[in-house]
């Protein structure tokens, strides 16, 4: 069974910087993209960013130049460094993984994290 777990949301002012990680267990994390969605209250889900098995990155435009994605296969994790945060970068943070594909469908990804909150005050 595969598991994400996501950490590292919290409260923070706007221009501050945070890191999120999303640890995978039960699967093969070197064969997977790994995307992160963000999910406002009374919004649909949104995507952020994603890198696949190759490393390759696509970041949404609204992060774009904020946002880092980075992933470490020997430690099944991936990151999302955030900076320069705005308070319309608060939402419910989720990674998620799927198998050799390049997607940024949240419909496409099989597995799901629960998820970090994260709050930008102005």
């Known amino acids: 069974q595969v598991q994400l777990v996501e950490s590292g949301g919290g409260l923070v002012q706007a221009g501050d910087s945070l890191n999120l990680s999303c640890i995978v267990s039960g699967g093969s994390f070197p064969i997977y993209s790994m995307g992160w969605f963000r999910q406002a209250p009374g919004k649909e889900r949104q995507f952020v960013t994603y890198i696949t098995w190759t490393s390759r990155t696509v970041y949404a435009d609204s992060v774009q130049g904020r946002f880092t994605i980075s992933r470490d296969n020997a430690k099944s994790t991936v990151y999302l460094q955030m900076n320069s945060l705005k308070p319309e970068d608060t939402a419910v943070y989720y990674c998620?993984?799927?198998?050799?594909?390049?997607?940024?469908?949240?419909?496409?990804?099989?597995?799901w994290g629960q998820g970090t909150q994260v709050t930008v005050s102005s």
């Open positions: 998620a993984a799927v198998q050799f594909k390049e997607t940024m469908r949240n419909e496409a990804y099989h597995y």
